[in-house]
């Protein structure tokens, strides 16, 4: 099995954090984006620099630049969607992204039914085989070593990656 990484949206100093126009709830937008597809129209609401990963203001959502999005393309990656987005008051463009790739998790819980720190791993047999998908009900993400290694050949910025087994 391969040993598998964690995306996670960077926090460089001055990234831009956008914010959507219309108000949202924000865990019923993680699994189905028909919303922000609907209402794509975001504003800056922190931050001056724009970097390949953008952050919602919410913690499951995000965006990413054209430049992103066209490494994804051009390397076959699989297990996501993207939508246009407006950004007002710039002309970059960037995409809403959806994360469509699925496994099923395995945990270790505790007698209160919480999940034990450092035992999340991936179901194995339901895994899509996606180069990038969330596991179970969580909004972890987690990527193949190929991902990986595009994303940090590539140089795409505002994005951090940590081990699987770290959950």
């Given at each position: 099995?391969?040993?598998?990484?964690?995306?996670?949206?960077?926090?460089?100093?001055?990234?831009?954090?956008?914010?959507?126009?219309?108000k949202?709830?924000?865990f019923?937008?993680?699994?189905?984006?028909?919303?922000?597809?609907?209402?794509?129209?975001?504003?800056?609401?922190?931050?001056?620099i724009?970097?390949?990963?953008?952050?919602?203001?919410?913690?499951?959502?995000?965006a990413?630049?054209?430049?992103?999005?066209?490494?994804?393309?051009?390397?076959?990656?699989?297990?996501?969607?993207?939508?246009?987005?407006?950004i007002?008051?710039?002309?970059?463009?960037?995409?809403?992204?959806?994360?469509?790739?699925?496994?099923?998790?395995?945990?270790?819980?505790?007698?209160?039914?919480?999940?034990?720190?450092?035992?999340?791993?991936?179901?194995?047999?339901?895994?899509?085989?996606?180069?990038?998908?969330?596991?179970?009900d969580?909004a972890?993400?987690?990527?193949?070593?190929?991902?990986?290694?595009?994303?940090?050949?590539?140089?795409?910025?505002?994005?951090e990656?940590?081990?699987?087994?770290?959950?």
């Amino acid at each position: 099995m391969e040993l598998l990484k964690t995306l996670i949206r960077g926090n460089k100093k001055g990234a831009v954090r956008i914010d959507a126009k219309v108000k949202y709830e924000i865990f019923g937008t993680f699994d189905d984006p028909s919303f922000f597809k609907e209402n794509n129209v975001f504003r800056v609401d922190q931050g001056r620099i724009f970097f390949d990963l953008v952050g919602l203001q919410d913690p499951w959502n995000f965006a990413v630049s054209e430049r992103f999005k066209k490494n994804l393309e051009e390397n076959n990656i699989t297990g996501w969607n993207c939508y246009p987005i407006i950004i007002e008051n710039t002309d970059l463009k960037y995409f809403g992204f959806q994360i469509t790739g699925r496994a099923g998790i395995i945990s270790d819980y505790d007698e209160d039914g919480d999940r034990i720190y450092g035992s999340i791993k991936v179901e194995q047999e339901t895994w899509d085989g996606s180069d990038i998908f969330c596991i179970g009900d969580t909004a972890i993400t987690v990527i193949t070593n190929k991902l990986y290694e595009l994303l940090v050949s590539s140089k795409i910025t505002n994005i951090e990656f940590d081990d699987l087994d770290k959950y």
